[in-house]
């Protein structure tokens, strides 16, 4: 039986109604994300603004013909990953690839142990794939707020998503690994070219789509790039000459919000939790999106019911007390569940530690649940639509890669539905998981500025 939130549990009701956003609130959200988005590509305001758009230096897509053999590396989620991509046909690709865990202590230490690890990873991998000999290239996804200044070389802005190395904001990432790398002396590798996540998504999917013209990720973190006209991308030298008509935009999406313009929606669980991060006050946009949060936000809205006695009344946990304990992927399995089924939700609860079968209680879950994520799927909705009429694109394709996205049951139809909604039939759009990004997209991009 479906519930009537409102009169089955008032107090949530209330508190989920603060998530709520309305239409024309995301109409002003696409709005202000515009503005923000002119700021950042043009010359005068990108010092200040806080959607930076750094311009990538890829200017082509693929065109299905790119072929050869490359070593990609993929840092910036939840797991680090080396990768041998061959690209032998259109149609097939070769990944083969390797994940190794990053410990907490690099993720909080000195950079030249995380780069020395990376190398390290790098080597054994190429050993064990009897590579070690050949002189690759590598295409190196680092997925952190990057300026680049050419196409293999970036300078670190801020660091994000939990990490927080020492001595890498403001130097160029490419010439720390490649130095960790030569420090070795075991491996012939040239790093060339470095891109973030939604670069590689874009590319990646554009392989098979030619038609594709965004790159989303709602992953551990979110983060979108466009295809732009080079002439708007005021950050270009050759912008207004470059006789190539297109440019990637990285527009580090997940700062909007930095400067206040989206505390009209924001609420104080969202300022709880950003208190909490290690990143206070950045990230804005992506704390209301991504598989980081979500979770998070979740437990704070459980927490404080649970105290007031309005939910699990008479039961608690040492587990659900404690911050970042409830996994973002928790939401997706209670959601999961048919209306009137709550299989799920008490297997999550009893996971941590809140043994309960009352139905209403479960029911209650899953409505906050959906209440965080239907906003994270309403706020990425905006982004997109922004990024469709800034293109004047009337039929694209978006490349898709994350987590959340991937995993979640109800996500691409919110998007879906909620960007129709905005849109009004002014333009068509297929939303498309880019498969590999991180990788194949690598390789592309490495291929494409060979
Ligand atoms: P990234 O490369 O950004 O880490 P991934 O595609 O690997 O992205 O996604 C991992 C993130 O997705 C996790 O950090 C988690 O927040 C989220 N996630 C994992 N599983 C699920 C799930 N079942 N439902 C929703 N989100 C999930
Ligand atoms: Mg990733």
């Keep these: 039986m479906p519930s009537n939130p409102q009169n089955d549990f008032p107090e949530a009701f209330e508190i989920c109604q603060k998530f709520d956003i309305s239409e024309e609130q995301m109409r002003e959200i696409v709005h202000r994300l515009t503005k923000e988005i ?49 690209l032998k046909s259109e149609s097939e690709i070769n990944i083969e690839s390797k994940s190794y865990a990053i410990s907490k202590d690099l993720m909080e230490g000195p950079g030249k142990n995380l780069f020395d690890f990376i190398a390290e990873c790098l080597a054994s991998y190429c050993k064990e794939m009897h590579i070690e000999k050949e002189n690759l290239p590598l295409g190196f996804t680092f997925s952190f ?69 965004i790159g989303l990720i709602v992953g551990t973190g979110t983060n979108a790039c466009y295809v732009e006209k080079t002439s708007n991308t005021e950050m270009f030298e050759g912008y207004q000459t470059s006789n ?36 206070p006050k950045r990230q804005t946009f ?70 309960t079968n009352v139905e209403k209680d479960l029911e209650c879950l899953r409505y906050i649940c959906q209440t965080v994520s239907t906003r994270s799927a309403k706020l990425t909705s905006c982004a997109l639509v922004c990024l469709i009429n ?42 498309i998981v880019s498969e590999d990004g991180s990788g194949r997209g690598a390789a592309l991009i490495a291929a494409v500025s060979a």
């Design 38 to 86: 002119n700021m950042g590509l043009a010359k005068d305001t990108h010092p200040r603004a806080v959607v930076k758009c750094f311009i990538t230096y890829v200017q082509d897509l693929p065109t299905g013909k790119e072929r050869g053999k490359y070593l990609a590396l993929d840092l910036g989620g939840t797991n680090f990953r080396v990768l041998l991509v061959t």
């Design 145 to 213: 707020p990057l300026q680049q200044v050419g196409i293999n070389k970036g300078i670190m802005i801020t660091w994000t998503k939990g990490f927080k190395c020492d001595g890498v904001v403001g130097k160029n990432v490419v010439e720390l690994l490649q130095d960790a790398i030569n420090r070795r002396g075991d491996l012939k590798v040239r790093i060339v070219a470095i891109l973030n996540d939604t670069t590689g998504t874009l590319m990646s999917c554009a392989f098979a789509n030619r038609n594709c013209r």
């Design 244 to 279: 190539k008509p297109n440019m990637i935009v990285n527009c580090e999406m997940g700062a909007f919000g930095d400067n206040g313009v989206l505390d009209f929606v924001r609420t104080s669980y969202d300022r709880a939790v950003d208190k909490q991060s290690i990143n």
């Design 286 to 355: 992506e704390k209301c999106i991504s598989g980081m949060y979500l979770g998070e936000l979740v437990r704070h809205v459980v927490v404080e019911l649970m105290g007031k006695g309005l939910l699990f009344k008479g039961l608690n946990s040492q587990a659900i007390q404690e911050m970042w304990r409830f996994n973002t992927s928790y939401i997706s399995d209670i959601e999961s569940d048919a209306v009137g089924v709550h299989r799920q939700a008490s297997m999550v609860m009893d996971q941590l530690g809140i043994r």
């Design 390 to 431: 800034k293109m004047n694109s009337k039929d694209c394709s978006v490349g898709i890669d994350g987590g959340v996205y991937r995993y979640h049951p109800h996500y691409h139809r919110l998007l879906t539905e909620n960007m129709n909604m905005l849109l009004k039939g002014s333009a068509k759009f297929e939303l």
